[in-house]
């Protein structure tokens, strides 16, 4: 095996997310998707723009959002995704870079334009997404620095990125060069529309035991498997991944590991906006994960993070994540 270098290596949609309050009239006469996540084109991602109020721009994309948490835990991280060579390109390698992750995927020249993700938030806290995937779509195999994948512990990769062809092939070839390494690979479904086109593959992945740590909320569980109900999602899995973690919303969350089972409830907080729940619960329990924590304490990571990230608009944490640890964890 290689020598460490990261604890963590992601790949993933380099996406700059555009954020707004909302209402639900608004969500209504715009025909959207409330509490998901659609795809749209240019024109499409044009006229949210426009019709959209006041907005913050926030560097976003779920991997690199889990791999923002994990650095602000003091992980050591990199991050592997396709900008273009614009304004919303340099904005989000200023970001991630500022974040103290390693990132150097070359800019693309060509159109698209960078990738951008939409977002109104209704006063309930639900976030809509509409997601323009521009650059991100094109990233390709050619762009993996192989050497870095196989001196990470785990390399993480998120469902979202698994839709258009270039980048899914690039993700196989990580997979092999990580498998190859004797590293772990780590998968976060992201989304049930994701499952709906791509289950198949995932499955395959799944009982070729190319997947060491799975993702999933309760909804993606179900499409994944075909069982409504919680218990049975489990079961049908549990011997088929190392590492199950599924994230329940408000009733917390439950993680499988060789016959172990941890299960945590939500941590309280004020919710203003569910934006990015997912990544950083991925964020504390990676980070547990990679420090050999038992199973329970990387799910209470992971609450505490998911808690952090709601508490506020945006995706990246804004409180200190090391001192939330020390004050709820001791």
Not at 181 to 198: C, K, M, N, Q, W
């Amino acid at each position: 095996m290689s020598e460490t270098r990261y604890d963590v290596i992601a790949i993933g949609n380099a996406i700059v997310d555009i954020m707004a309050p909302s209402d639900d009239a608004t969500i209504e006469r715009l025909s959207l998707n409330k509490g998901g996540m659609t795809l749209v084109d240019a024109d499409g991602a044009r006229r949210l723009y426009e019709a959209m109020g006041p907005a913050r721009e926030i560097s976003g994309g779920s991997a690199a959002n889990t791999l923002a948490g994990l650095a602000a835990l003091g992980a050591q991280c990199a991050f592997i995704g396709q900008v273009a060579d614009d304004q919303f390109g340099r904005v989000f390698a200023h970001d991630i870079r500022a974040g103290g992750i390693a990132f150097d995927t070359p800019a693309r020249e060509a159109e698209p334009p960078t990738a951008q993700c939409l977002i109104f938030v209704t006063p309930d806290a639900q976030r809509t997404m509409n997601t323009f995937l521009g650059a991100s779509q094109f990233l390709p195999a050619a762009a993996l620095d192989e050497a870095a994948i196989a001196a990470a512990k785990v390399l993480y990769l998120e469902g979202y990125l698994w839709d258009p062809e270039e980048p899914r092939a690039a993700m196989r070839r990580a997979i092999d060069a990580a498998r190859s390494a004797g590293r772990e690979v780590a998968f976060t479904l992201s989304e049930v529309f994701v499952i709906d086109r791509h289950g198949d593959d995932f499955r395959s992945l799944i009982a070729d035991g190319l997947i060491d740590v799975l993702f999933a909320n309760h909804t993606e569980l179900a499409a994944l498997t075909g069982e409504s109900e919680l218990e049975a999602g489990l079961a049908a899995l549990q011997d088929k991944v190392p590492t199950l973690v599924v994230t329940c919303g408000a009733e917390g969350a439950v993680a499988l590991k060789g016959g172990e089972r941890a299960q945590v409830p939500s941590v309280a907080t004020t919710i203003v906006d569910t934006t990015g729940a997912g990544d950083l619960f991925a964020s504390g329990f990676l980070y547990g994960h990679v420090n050999g924590e038992p199973l329970e304490r990387c799910l209470q990571r992971g609450a505490i993070c998911a808690a952090e990230i709601i508490s506020h608009y945006g995706a990246r944490p804004e409180a200190n994540l090391k001192a939330l640890m020390t004050e709820q964890l001791g």
